[in-house]
């Protein structure tokens, strides 16, 4: 019986020498003071606690960096130039960096550390990033498996974006889930509607945000929303559309639809929505309405998996690329792309696109990971 | 010349060429072979695990004897050796980054790595098994580590010299490298007889 005590005893003293020595360590080491934070050569001079990643202590200060991983590392998309104090480029960080990129400063910015004072540069648009704390207005069922929420801003607050940007959603902890997380959604309301933003979220299994959405969210919730993020916008050409979608990936589409809708526009513009089966359609009878409201539009849902010969299924089948090829034909090559979804239907339809004759600048892509 | 020292001077050499850890003992193999891509970071590597098992065999030294033996402790010390490593690498880990920024930027990225890394475990365990003395223990750990540096600077500058040879589809990477590692070990077998420890 003694032994066990002693054992347990020598062992819990090591450990605790240790951890009291390494708990001292960060005392003495971690503890780095205040820094400052040049942002885009004096036009913002923020005092800011070192030793935290540059990516989250912006996030503190206001500045809301893009990132689809919420600085994890795994997205690459927190990119910005840091011309001073930055220390080297670390091996975390090469595999996003062109060597373009690296000349010039670029670094991922959830990898960094604030050691010391760094400069750094951000493009102007990101300060209209902003966040608040929005509260749920209503849950929208599309189907099983798939929803819509709307997020109302605070009273008196405005969110100005472009239609097909994202903004990011904040989980909360619930269940057994500890952490907090941020994910990505494309905004899918009209950006005419400033007072809320809208998302359509589909289902994922084991998904720590959908599930939390699906099953624990209820209309008056709050949670932090930031954005708008992203360059997957509606351009101002004339150009013929071509828009390309699946699942939730309708969600951008939706908003650039409401945007030419309250343009008045005339514009050609075909929208080749995929799914496997008639189960998997949502908001067919909001596209109706766009094909009577917007003169060049219209809405093709094609499905996937040959649906039962004695379902009524009156529309196409089939894959999308093929789809292209019979309606629209040669005028793609004077068209231009906006697809949203996952990468097998990105790649599918770009690398199509491309045979086709679509230029790649002309294809816009807003991809999944 | 004290008989100690003498000893503890055999030791090293021995560590490092006969009884090398990586390839006579076939410890340290994942790092060994993951890290030795180029040359500059397996030195880096090379130096850190060398700085590590030098002082955690110091250490993990000073532990088993005066806290382990007299408490009749003896077979804890695998758990509590890990410990030690662990805490020890992380402490440093802590310290270079604040102190030397240039030194954690050549090594601190490899610091984590050498935690799990069997062969600093292996070299604690040696030194008990075999017996040594205080002093005797420190030159094994820095044998142990220039032996892990000899052999991973050896393989990464191999692999850069083949790194234009044709290899055989199933033997690209990690085969080859361990056919070469293979063929290290047995030129080093042709040191064997220069010294010999226990």
Excluded at chain 1, 176 to 195: A, G, L, M, T
Excluded at chain 2, 19 to 42: E, I, K
């Amino acid at each position: 019986m003694t032994s066990v005590l002693v054992a347990v005893g020598a062992v819990t003293a090591i450990g605790a020498v240790l951890a009291a020595l390494l708990e001292m360590a960060g005392k003495l080491f971690a503890d780095y003071g205040d820094v400052t934070v040049d942002v885009n050569a004096g036009s913002r001079t923020l005092t800011v606690e070192g030793g935290g990643h540059l990516l989250g202590t912006l996030r503190e200060q206001g500045i809301f960096i893009p990132s689809a991983c919420g600085g994890r590392g795994s997205c690459g998309a927190c990119k910005l130039k840091v011309t001073e104090g930055g220390g080297p480029v670390l091996p975390t960080e090469t595999p996003y960096l062109s060597a373009t990129e690296r000349a010039d400063g670029v670094r991922i910015s959830c990898q960094v550390k604030v050691r010391s004072d760094v400069a750094i540069w951000i493009p102007e648009e990101i300060f209209a990033i902003r966040s608040w704390k929005a509260t749920l207005a209503a849950i929208r069922i599309l189907r099983p498996g798939m929803v819509e929420l709307r997020w109302e801003l605070p009273a008196g607050e405005r969110i100005r974006f472009k239609a097909g940007q994202y903004a990011q959603l904040k989980t909360a902890r619930y269940g057994k889930v500890k952490e907090e997380v941020f994910r990505s959604y494309s905004i899918s309301s009209s950006p005419r509607d400033e007072r809320a933003v809208e998302f359509i979220i589909e289902r994922v299994e084991g998904g720590i945000c959908s599930t939390w959405v699906c099953d624990h969210l209820q209309v008056g919730d709050t949670a932090e929303i930031s954005g708008p993020y992203g360059d997957f916008v509606l351009s101002d050409t004339d150009r013929e559309m071509i828009m390309i979608a699946a699942a939730s990936g309708m969600s951008p589409i939706k908003s650039i639809l409401h945007a030419l809708e309250e343009q008045g526009s005339t514009r050609k513009a075909t929208f080749f929505f995929s799914a496997r089966n008639m189960g998997e359609l949502f908001h067919l009878d909001l596209m109706k309405r766009f094909e009577e409201t917007l003169p060049g539009f219209a809405f093709v849902p094609t499905l996937t998996r040959p649906p039962e010969p004695d379902a009524s299924w009156p529309g196409k089948t089939g894959r999308v690329p093929a789809l292209i090829a019979e309606m629209i034909g040669d005028r793609v090559k004077d068209a231009e792309a906006y697809l949203c979804g996952g990468a097998g239907l990105i790649d599918g339809c770009t690398a199509a696109l491309w045979a086709m004759g679509m230029p790649n600048e002309r294809i816009f892509y807003d991809k999944f990971e | 010349m004290s008989h100690g020292t003498l000893s503890a001077l055999v030791i090293l050499f021995a560590a490092v060429f006969t009884n090398n850890v990586v390839l006579s003992n076939f410890l340290g193999l994942c790092s060994f072979l993951s890290v030795s891509r180029a040359v500059t970071s397996s030195i880096g590597l090379g130096m850190a695990v060398t700085f590590v098992m030098t002082t955690t065999a110091g250490l993990n030294w000073l532990v088993y004897h005066h806290v382990l033996v007299p408490l009749g402790l003896v077979y804890l010390r695998f758990a509590v050796f890990i410990i030690v490593i662990a805490a020890f690498v992380q402490f440093v880990e802590m310290a270079l980054e604040r102190l030397a920024p240039a030194l954690y930027f050549a090594l601190g990225i490899f610091l984590p790595l050498i935690t799990v890394n069997c062969a600093v475990l292996g070299v604690a365990l040696f030194m008990i098994i075999r017996q040594y003395s205080f002093l005797e223990s420190v030159a094994y750990g820095l044998g142990g580590g220039v032996g892990f540096l000899v052999a991973i600077t050896v393989l990464a500058s191999l692999r850069w010299r083949i790194r234009k040879s044709k290899v055989p589809p199933a033997l690209q990477g990690a085969g080859i490298a361990v056919i070469m590692s293979g063929i290290m070990a047995l030129g080093f077998v042709g040191l064997s007889g220069l010294i010999t420890i226990n």
